[in-house]
């Protein structure tokens, strides 16, 4: 199956597109999302708010999960079922999150085909513009088999 992932995401995710999120790369298990430096998604230190940021790395997670799983969405649906999210520096301007599969394919299709629901991590870096990393986050997937 071949899809713009990015444009499935802002397509099917209104709240993204609420935010500006956009998407650099998408490729099998990879992908990097942008949000721009805007007023209206600030904190109350000048920053892009906490839920922002959360918002724009689980969106990087989930193209990197569809990079990589899109092709079994007529077996199975994807669903977030957990994330950590640690914050490391106030991030100021535009902010990048890169995330990428931190799993086998291979292993959770084998989990799928044996008719279980696997559970795996994308893991996101969240910095600015110029590379200064301020979160990082995990995104727990799973992969629901339809019934």
């Given amino acids: 199956m071949t899809f713009d992932v990015g444009a499935f995401m802002l397509e099917s995710v209104p709240f993204a597109r609420t935010l500006g999120i956009s998407f650099d790369t998408v490729e099998p298990g990879r992908a990097t999302a942008r949000m721009p430096d805007r007023a209206d998604l600030h904190n109350h230190v000048g920053g892009p708010h ?22 079994q969405l007529s077996r199975a649906t994807p669903l977030a079922a ?12 535009e902010v990048v999150a890169e995330a990428r599969l931190d799993a086998s394919r ?12 696997p559970e795996f991590e994308v893991v996101i870096g969240i910095g600015t513009a110029d590379g200064t990393p301020v979160a990082e986050m995990t995104v727990t997937w799973t992969l629901r088999p339809n019934r």
Avoid: Q
């Fill in 82 to 93: 957990g994330a950590t999210i640690r914050y490391v520096k106030l991030a100021m301007g």
């Fill in 106 to 117: 291979e292993e959770v299709l084998a989990e799928l085909d044996a008719g279980r629901r």
């Fill in 50 to 71: 906490a839920g922002a940021l959360f918002t724009l790395a689980e969106s990087a997670s989930g193209a990197a999960m569809l990079s990589a799983f899109g092709d």
